[in-house]
């Protein structure tokens, strides 16, 4: 199937901002984009008009416009699983007194779709939008250990195994071997391996058809949270993750 320039490239420019690179001189895009100022100027002119890029009249330099924020609305609110999992991301961040998320797979990334902060959570790195590398996380864990194994290597195929910390999985072998702890464990851990001092407990959530849909997830500083009350939150997560996956419909066709 063919690919149309001149939407490939708007989407690129999209592409070009996020939560560190909020705007950008036209300058810039153009050599980002490897493109000449004045197809640059063509393409977000448009994006300008329909709202998906915005210009900064103090400085006359671009950036997301809110049309992206409302259409991004319509996909959270076409989850489902958001509105089931909020009452249980309240409850554990309320017991625990950490910060619980939802977490969705997307391509090879898990993308955080929710999440509720406890009295105690001082973790900020995660916020909704944010997308979360699978090798290195206790819910990109999740997220993938329970599928099919031709899904597993097909998520895999080409994956980059790079290095966050001194705790990073960094190969393939490594990884395979850590989901297989998570299957026989039934929740994942991420061990100071995407954030130094940072460690988390996920569970999957699966639905009717025996399918991971999303993962829920606790995070916890090394620093307030020891090893046994890490394993009485993992209990009380795994709680939550069955009674959320019944919700989806998970066991119905295994009775």
Do not use: W
Not at 58 to 78: A, C, D, H, P, T
Not at 200 to 214: D, F, G, K, L, Y
């Amino acid at each position: 199937m063919p690919i149309i320039q001149s939407v490939e490239r708007a989407l690129r420019i999209l592409d070009l901002f996020d939560e560190h690179t909020t705007e950008l001189k036209i300058t810039d895009i153009s050599e980002l984009m490897g493109l000449h100022k004045s197809t640059i100027h063509s393409l977000l002119k448009t994006l300008q008009e329909y709202g998906y890029i915005k210009q900064n009249s103090e400085n006359g330099k671009y950036g997301l416009g809110m049309k992206l924020f409302e259409r991004g609305n319509y996909v959270i609110q076409s989850l489902d699983i958001r509105h089931i999992a909020k009452k249980y991301l309240v409850d554990l961040s309320l017991k625990t007194g950490q910060t619980a998320h939802l977490v969705i797979l997307d391509g090879k990334e898990g993308v955080y779709v929710d999440k509720v902060e406890g009295p105690m959570a001082v973790i900020l790195y995660s916020r909704i939008g944010r997308r979360i590398p699978l090798h290195c996380s206790a819910v990109g864990k999740a997220l993938i250990a329970f599928k099919k194994e031709e899904e597993i290597q097909k998520v895999l195929n080409g994956y980059d195994y790079f290095k966050k910390t001194e705790n990073t999985i960094t190969n393939k072998a490594d990884f395979m071997l850590e989901l297989e702890k998570v299957r026989t464990r039934g929740y994942a851990i991420d061990n100071q391996e995407n954030e130094p001092g940072v460690r988390c407990i996920a569970v999957p959530v699966r639905n009717n058809e025996n399918e991971t849909i999303a993962a829920i997830s606790l995070s916890t500083l090394v620093a307030r949270v020891d090893e046994t009350q890490l394993e009485e939150f993992a209990a009380q997560l795994k709680a939550v993750g069955s009674e959320l996956s019944e919700q989806m419909g998970f066991g119905i066709l295994l009775r």
